[in-house]
């Protein structure tokens, strides 16, 4: 059985604290939920945008015909942020 160091634990429960307040602020509407394709793109980087998608991982929207530009739900791309960053130092 594994368990967890205090540093491990300390890291869990900030990004837990951390992304209640970004759904606080989403809820609250202080923050949009969706972020551009551009926006995403500059937030977590192109290829980790791409791979995400490409996994699975996360879903882009679209609002309309073909030309219509895609975004994503801010909240699923740093919750996949998040993920990774644990899996790397847990």
């Known amino acids: 059985m594994n ?4 540093h491990q634990l300390s890291m869990l429960l900030r990004d837990a604290a951390e ?14 939920p969706y972020m551009s394709k551009s ?3 500059r937030t977590y980087g192109r290829k980790n945008i791409e ?4 996994q699975g991982l996360i879903t ?3 609002d ?14 740093e919750a ?3 993920a990774v960053i644990a ?3 847990l």
């Not at 309309?64 to 791309?77: D, K």
Request: charged share 30%; aromatic share 8%.
């Open 3 to 6: 368990s967890l160091t205090d």
């Open 19 to 32: 992304m209640g307040a970004l759904l606080a602020l989403t809820k609250a509407g202080k923050i949009r």
């Open 39 to 41: 926006e995403a793109f």
């Open 51 to 54: 791979r995400w998608i490409d």
């Open 60 to 62: 882009p929207r679209k």
């Open 64 to 77: 309309g015909n073909h030309s219509a530009p895609w975004r994503i739900e801010r909240i699923e791309a």
């Open 80 to 82: 996949i942020r998040k």
């Open 87 to 89: 899996i790397l130092y």
